[in-house]
């Protein structure tokens, strides 16, 4: 394993909270309610029978569109992994990494029923996440905000609606985690996992019980992992500390304080184009080899001097970098008061605190350094500083469970991005040290472009839950947003963009809808049979982003901004679904099928060099996604559950894009990115003390670029795990004297080494075919992978 430095360049201030809201403003469910909110009990839920079981589509929820995925499914998973992993069981669900632990945030990709991570709202115990992407800008991912073995369980919302949750870009759905609760008795928690390529993950938690006879306790843990890539050099380190401390008031409200520190430092994956793997094979990576001989290929490389093969290439100079490199840090924490008022009415309020500071790396030869070097190290450094609080109401009256809510949070996020020199190279010698990618960059020659961002969000709610009959629960509500982004301090490099004009600076754009509907009907007609539908709108505030990074409207040219701001508005889509499920204790069987009119889509229109377009936003119309999904879940014995489910989505554009090159035939061609097809089945088997699945999934076809002219071929995925609990809680006396729980698991992921593409599109797409082979947007899976486990319980 490469030694990496770990610096951690936190924010300098402390995560605050206004302790002065937590007496007078508090809510959840009472005990009595139906489980309408995605935030519950902070409880690790009970193992499902069979401990494999996949529920689906939301049984027994108030909400018919959410899916509880339980922490059995997440313990499945090799250790430290990614829960998104067990979410992805789930039909109408892609996940998408480029190692099996889903720790790189560059190659991390999610969809649900055809939208993307930035189009999924996601939140910790009720507390915003923001929008997952790659250098945040609202937020940070759930896996840097929780680790993954203190998660209790994830609700997934599949629609639009959802209008509890804190979020501004829930077009697609909502991921709703929650995390465990301190436990009432002392201990501890333990776990080592070993792996493929020098993997090694080592989590320890350490609990207090109960440290009076009012119940307070708390828990403290840290996580280490790291890892080799598979192909190149270097790997990642990552480590992270969780802290939770509950404080009961009576029998039935609380005080919760949460802590957390993720420190995330990676080498990341060559970005690959269908002309490099067909030209050069799946292994080219970064030059970056830890040694001087790297650094040399680079330097060469960027005067001229290919290594072998790299001529065959339509663009050798483009084909691959010296390094690139990703660092991130992030203070979080919260604080939150649950007061049953009465007991009909609750009040829950969480005030938290968030601050990212993040440099990502990549060598450039197109911008040399002022010494002669023709190569520079561009840094984007972009930083976040938020604060917030949501708070909200539930009411039982008669047969309504009412809700209503408020959420506000104010955002400072900076986006530069910064030059730093790198040495010359003199008759085969490096004059001079050569950086570390992982370490902190200081004292750039030049700043190429910055913008600050200052965001004011209010959003508000209202539902009512309403039971005519036993059997029929009617749900109404709608939710407000008012959100207003400031842009400002542009500036651009006239020396590296030429010139272009001013970036966007001093100007700002507002999302306001008033009235986003959700309306939903959960009847169960006959003994085990549901019916369901499900109606809902909603919105997506404007992206941020460093320039000419994404489709946000800000990160563009002060011209192309004033040209376009009349035309452009905020992204909407109406979501409708129906679906009807079975279940007893031998059988699980679902069916779903919706319909998504997305509006006003956002894309981002570039032309002339890859490295340096010209670029800017338009509102390119919508998309029409009409989509089927089905499972079946059979139990025919005691511990043996079989699984299969398949989904279909007939995504499509519903207009053409005309641009300065002319109009690009895009209508009716199924989406980027997204599978129409996919199949999934899972055995799962617990005979006594062991516990094993097998998991065959089929991902079709997916198109690379927007016209359909290039598609990525589909391909079948086989993973396997084994569990061995040499010794349960429930056995009684502790092994050892010591030890309540132990537990050996093996997993092995990829079993017959397929070679696939997992994450698309990471640096956009391209817009045809042509283009398509030699843009550089698709990351290579990881082949066979196998891991150890050893989990102990004291």
Known sequence: MVRMKRTSRQTSYAVLAALSLLPTVAAAETAAAPAADPAQASQAPAPDEGGVTITVLGKKAVHATKVPIGRPLIDDLPAGANPMAAIAISPGVNFQSTDPQGISTWSNQIFIHGFDQRAVGMTLD????????????????????????????????????????????????????TSVDPSHQMGASVTQGFGSYSNFHTFVRLESGDLNDTGTRFYVSYMRNTQDKWKGYGGSFYQQVNAKLVQP???????????????????????????????LGKNVDYYYDGKASGYIAGYNAAQGS????????????????????????????????????????????????????????????????????????????????????????????????????????????????????????????????????????TNPFAQIFNQTYKTNTFTAFVQDDYKPFNNLTLHFGFKSILSTTSVGDGYLNTSYYGNIGNITSGVSLTTAKAFLPHIGIDWTFAHHHELFVDISENARTYAQSGFKLSSSPFAVTQAAFDQMKGSIKPETDWTYAIGYRYGDKVLDASLYAYRTNFSNRLQQITSGSAINPVSTVANVGGVTMNGVEALLTVRPVTGLSVTNSISYNHGVYDNDIVDSNGVHPIKGKQIVNYPRLMYKARVGYDIKRVSFYVDENYTGWRNYDYQGEYRVPGYWMTNIGIQWHVHKPSDGENLAHAIKGLTLSFNLNNVTNKTYIATMGETGNPMNGASAYTYQSMILGMPRSAFGTIKADF
């Not at 905000?145 to 870009?169: I, K, R, Y």
């Not at 029998?251 to 793997?277: C, G, K, R």
């Open 126 to 177: 009720e507390m915003p996440l923001g929008e997952m992407t790659y250098r945040n800008y609202n937020g940070l991912s759930p896996m840097q905000a929780l680790t993954s073995e203190n998660v209790a369980g994830v609700d997934m919302f599949q629609s639009a609606g959802a209008e509890s949750v804190a979020a501004t870009n829930n077009l697609g759905g909502a991921l709703a985690y």
């Open 249 to 279: 008031i009576g029998s039935d409200s609380s005080l919760t304080a949460y802590f957390n520190w993720s420190d995330l430092h990676e080498l990341v994956y060559q970005d690959m184009s269908p002309d490099i793997l067909n030209t």
């Open 306 to 441: 290919y290594p072998a093969g790299f001529s065959n290439l339509q663009d050798p100079l483009d084909a691959s970098y010296y390094d690139g490199a990703s660092n991130q840090s992030d203070l979080m924490g919260y604080l939150k008061a649950d007061i049953a008022v009465t007991d009909r009415l609750r009040w829950v309020t969480t005030a938290y605190g968030h601050g990212e500071e993040s440099q990502t790396t990549w060598t450039s030869p197109y911008f040399g350094s002022p010494n002669g070097s023709p190569l520079s190290e561009l840094v984007k450094e972009p930083s976040i500083r938020r604060f917030g609080v949501v708070s909200r109401i539930t009411y039982d009256v008669a047969r309504n469970h009412i809700g209503l809510g408020v959420w506000y949070e104010n955002n400072y996020y900076r986006s530069p991005m910064n030059a730093y020199s790198l040495p010359t190279v003199v008759d085969g010698v490096i004059q001079g040290g050569v950086l570390n990618p992982l370490d902190q960059f």
